[in-house]
């Protein structure tokens, strides 16, 4: 249920709503908006149905929570999410370049393409040190002694680092290094780790499944702000369809269809969603265009040697000419850069 406060309802009124829903077990979530205040009753409705809040000083009227996610909804929460990295914004009108290699494979591959991320203005580096591959064979990351080159790297270049947490247990570890935890496509459903960053203060980088609607989306982030957590940027990185042209095809209508439905920013993973670097460059301009809040792209010093994903990767050369373009194009789109 959702609780709108009249415009001029005091701090005292909307405590002791919130104080009445949680008497009967059920969680009070309170949205301060510019002008009025919502307090969203997250638990049993056949229990919290039970409670004269109508008729509580202050309140204006009780609706229902029309989706099956509550947190997340832009209903509870009318205004804009903004997640604040270190300083790095992201949402609200704040646009976020994320860029990096795809995995962490040395000090030098690393390295050389944070400075080159860094000179030509991206936001937050990117980088795996525990890889979700597809192949028990295939190269599996660098981890911790990647996510140490990534410190290396924030501390040279003053960036924020996004990296990917794929195990539970690995929870400490990754916290001592990542400023963003990213969850990768194929764990968007692994409600267990889901939980357990819903318990850190980390902000989350939430990859959408590749077979996942935007509703299984919502209700993975859901997991993550019930526990506490609502740092969460979700990510659109290509779902699966029969076409076999590109890797994943990019669901650019996700981005309108869920800043309608969510409070939450959304960046595009265009590298992913294509498999080619060719197509980066216009998808991530097609993103901007459609209301992403930020891109996450891979790059790489010598992509041809690269150790995974090199075909999508940009060469850290080229990086700087593709982010001024997109600066061009989030400027039109009356944002700012991070
Ligand atoms: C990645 O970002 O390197 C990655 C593995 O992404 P995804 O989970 O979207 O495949
Ligand atoms: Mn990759």
Known sequence: MMIVMKPDATEEQVRHVAERIGSVGARAHISQGEYVTIVGAIGDDSVIATLPLEAMPGVDKVLPILKPYKLVSRQLHPDDTVIDVNGRSLGGGVFALIAGP???????????????????????LRGGAYKPRTSPYSFQGMREDGLKIMAQAREETGLPLVTELMDPRDVEIVLRYADVIQIGTRNMQNFNLLSEVGKVERPILLKRGMSATVEELLMAAEYVLKEGNDKVILCERGIRTFETATRFTLDLSAIPVIKKSSHLPVVVDPSHATGKRDLVLPLSLASVAVGADGLIVETHPEPENALCDGSQSLPTDEFAA??????????????RMS
């Open 102 to 124: 795809c995995s962490v494979e040395s000090e030098e591959q690393y390295m050389r393409a944070a400075r080159q991320a860094k000179a030509a203005g991206a936001s937050m």
């Open 322 to 335: 593709f982010a001024a373009e997109i600066v061009r194009y989030v400027k039109m789109a009356g944002k």
